[in-house]
């Protein structure tokens, strides 16, 4: 940083603290702090003893103070916990990268406990070489490593009618963003030698509810990774273990978990999770089919129902954005409802189909806000407002739910969730 932006910065934050009316600490409110114990000047008692010993946790864990930092469900939402969502407290992580232990789960009958020594991918149909796979033959392969989000296409499905769902984690935590190890699927494919009559495959997990899905043979030659490793060790039991498929961009019930059966095809198989599920129910009562794309979006995560504001003054408002389209290329954020736009800045790693933060220095007046972001993608896709999702799509879908989310903020610093048109 240039000594002349460094002291603009410093400039700006004492101005915003004289604003909010003191939000740095005085002197005077430094000797005040005396009779608190464990705030400065006072030692804390952390500091008169020794700590744990080194090995105390083989594996390690978050701090007790961190306890409420989980996934959560809403019951009402499924009909099964066995056929449920958890969602990803996106409201208070930092950066890109999802803990595995945070990224959000989707399953349609449970998880299984599959035993890595016995597990096996097959490969088969219209191919010149089928071929069985175990653990040790893809882990020869040569490997790619890639940072890359997975949305559940329902994220925010319950709020296409109106606003639910007062928490951010709710009305968009089925989406993490993770980095991926694997084999590419190009190169299986290639063992095999796909014939020419080829034009789908189909992907089956091994979780009692066979989940399947028809995927164009073009998108699996392209950037499909058949993945074992998340964010540096083995994929959890949750999320696929011992080997899922990850399909960047695209709806995440095609990054198909416990992956066990590749079978090419000359057609879609229009499966449950295809036919009745996954399509996208237009206003003349028609359904369009293999809408697979994850369009841009964004959301501001920094001030949210979870996030309330405390001060008035200086506040850095962050988010994240995203497309399965490629790269974020910029994105907006209005304090009065849509009808002004300032630019934010992007922060960060910028990647191909993958989460990208954003920022934006602001300074609260104390005034009631609209607060909203808004995502262009490299392609030239703008994030629409609801109005003109539901132009297209009318009130009955589900999926791809993408239009900008409105945070009402209220004199007091309280956040509410509030769609506008």
């Known amino acids: 940083m240039s000594e002349a932006k460094d002291l603009s910065r410093r400039n700006f934050l004492r101005k915003a603290s004289l604003v909010s009316g003191g939000a740095l600490m005085t002197s005077s409110q430094l000797w005040a702090n005396e009779n608190i114990p464990n705030t400065p000047p006072n030692v804390p008692s952390w500091m008169r003893k020794t700590g744990k010993t080194v090995g105390a946790a083989p594996y390690g864990v978050p701090s007790l103070h961190e306890s409420d930092i989980v996934r959560k469900t809403v019951p009402w939402l499924t009909a099964s916990p066995i056929s449920s969502v958890s969602f990803s407290p996106l409201h208070a992580l930092k950066g890109i990268i999802t803990p595995s232990s945070l990224h959000f789960e989707r399953h349609h009958s449970g998880v299984p406990d599959v035993s890595p020594d016995e597990h096996r991918l097959m490969i088969h149909g219209l191919c010149d070489n089928p071929l069985v796979f175990d653990m040790d033959d893809l882990a020869r392969f040569p490997s790619v490593t890639e940072i890359r989000f997975i949305e559940c296409p329902a994220n925010g499905g319950m709020e296409w009618r109106g606003p639910q769902m007062e928490a951010l984690q709710f009305t968009h935590g089925m989406l993490s963003c993770s980095e991926w190890t694997g084999v590419r699927l190009s190169t299986l494919l290639a063992e095999v030698g ?68 590749i079978e090419l095809g000359d057609k879609p198989w229009h499966l449950r999770e295809e036919t009745s599920k996954y399509t996208d129910v237009m206003p003349d009562g028609s359904a369009r089919q293999f809408t697979w794309v994850q369009e841009a979006n964004s959301v501001i995560t920094s001030i949210c129902p979870e996030n309330p504001l405390k001060n008035r003054g200086f506040h850095e408002v962050e988010g994240v954005a995203w497309s399965g389209r490629g790269k974020i290329k910029h994105v907006d954020v209005s304090f009065d409802g849509g009808i002004s736009w300032q630019r934010a800045s992007l922060k960060g790693l910028i990647l191909d189909k993958a989460l990208t933060r954003f920022s934006f220095n602001w300074n609260w007046d104390g005034s009631p806000k609209l607060m909203q972001s808004r995502a262009m993608d490299e392609t030239g896709y703008v994030q629409p407002t609801l109005e003109q999702l539901r132009a297209v799509r009318g009130l009955n879908s589900i999926y791809h739910k993408n239009s900008i989310q409105t945070w009402q903020l209220s004199h007091t610093g309280e956040v509410k969730n509030a769609q506008r048109s």
């Open 194 to 261: 796909v014939k020419k009559a080829a034009k789908w495959i189909l992907a089956e997990g091994a979780d009692g509810a066979a989940m399947g899905r028809s995927i164009p043979i073009e998108k699996a030659l392209d950037d499909v990774i058949v993945a074992y490793a998340q964010n540096g060790e083995m994929i959890r039991p949750e999320q696929g273990y011992p080997i899922r498929l990850v399909n960047p961009g695209w709806e995440g019930n095609t990054s198909v978990k416990w992956l066990r059966r």
